[in-house]
């Protein structure tokens, strides 16, 4: 049985306008995540920015400048990979074993 391109293509731009549209709803999510049991907050968007951090004020010591920056750093980073994990499920409903794995699609 040949395939039917046609169907295939129209498949795939269905697929395109729903990506268009995830990428569109993601970038306007928002994700809190903290660390250092809650004294650093740190909020990012679904376009992987850094929207805002909160120190809690019991930190803000000259003396502990160090243990802040480090804080920063780890909330940074851990909002980073929760966003992009949240990426993945979300793409991977949208696309629904379409895509094989390890095949990158472009956006966030």
Do not use: C, H
């Not at 660390?35 to 809690?56: A, Y």
């Amino acid at each position: 049985m040949k395939p039917n391109l046609n169907e295939m293509l129209k498949q795939f731009q269905k697929l395109q306008n729903e990506i268009q549209k995830f990428q569109e709803e993601i970038g306007n999510r928002t994700l809190t995540v903290e660390t250092g049991g809650g004294i650093v907050k740190v909020t990012i968007n679904g376009r992987k920015e850094i929207t805002s951090i909160e120190i809690s004020p019991e930190i803000i010591n000259p003396e502990e400048k160090e243990m802040m920056e480090d804080l920063i750093i780890s909330g940074v980073n851990k909002a980073i990979r929760e966003m992009n994990e949240l990426y993945e499920q979300e793409m991977s409903k949208i696309t629904k074993g379409m895509i094989p794995p390890g095949f990158n699609l472009p956006g966030l």
